[in-house]
């Protein structure tokens, strides 16, 4: 279970960073979820996780790092992007060698605490953040002087932060993610799903049933159907699952099938691999799974939705109606 659960985390990572890098913030937000499911179940990181999971929560801070409503640390005065420094902090320690690329985040990162600050008119708190992170060292001085100034001017727009840009972070931190996912193409669940689709032949016989128009919604249909076949396929080999019905009691594989298709129920695998999803229909909350719910949170937190969905005894619901579901609870009470 253990070694399924890090090629889980691996193969979740991969895809945070992919749809990271092409600007996908649903996928990113569903991945998201699956990779801090996983991440959290850990009791100690392992070795050779430790890059993999500093990177998705760099990631995951990065790309809520303008919302200073978000929090992620205990302490409230630490915004989201200050939280990322830590991770790039930690991930600079596993590196071999700190290329130029390294210094340009941190440095972005850094300006961009206290460019979010002053953008939305917090400058006590950027002056705060400002004396917290850059030390009295010689090679900050300059920098550190220029941002001085630009604080007491209380002017957001000045040509020095947009310079250091958050859309220049943005693409630094792709090409971070280009090389990391060069390095990881060995990918244990990557490979052997590429090895079943081309064995059975599922690119053409299973995936392109049918040659008709299809607007945007029908195209994430068959995306979605791509990757339930791929993901069935490449877990029941892997697994030993040749044929059967999956349940809550298999944690790890209901925990990826569900939070990758965002599907709660999955019956009557047939042995050739296809599978007829049991479709899920508009059905009132129950005062029961209002309560699991509400303990779910209690354990877990909230946004742990994957988690919480894996644990409790809901009735064909998925991560998405938690959230939602959440939301009106709280709105209600």
Known sequence: EAVAADWILEFASYCLCRHFREGCTKE???????????????SKIPPHLKKTVYLCQLLIRIEKGKNLECRFENDQRISPLESALSFWALLEREEIKLEKLHEDIRRLIQIQIVAVYMENGYFKEAAQVFERLFTDSESDKPLRVKLATVIKGKDPYVPLL????????????????ELFMKENESNFLIQAATKQVESK????????????????????????KQRFVLSFVMLSDVLGCKTATFNVGSSLV????????GLNSLQNVEKNGDASVCRRRKQRWTHKEDMQLKSG????????????????????RTSVMLKDRWRTLCRIE
Do not use: P
């Open 28 to 42: 990113f937000q569903r991945w998201k979820d699956v990779a801090q499911a996983l991440i959290n179940s850990l």
């Open 162 to 177: 947009q310079s250091f840009s958050y859309n220049l972070l943005i693409k630094k931190t792709k090409s971070y993610i």
């Open 201 to 224: 032949g599922l690119g053409t016989a299973a995936l392109q049933n049918a040659t008709v128009k299809v607007d945007d919604s029908d195209k994430r249909n068959l995306e979605t």
């Open 254 to 261: 209901w925990m990826y099938i569900n939070c990758l298709l």
């Open 297 to 316: 949170i209690k354990e877990f937190g909230v946004g742990n939705w994957a988690k919480i969905l894996v644990h409790g005894d809901f009735n064909n």
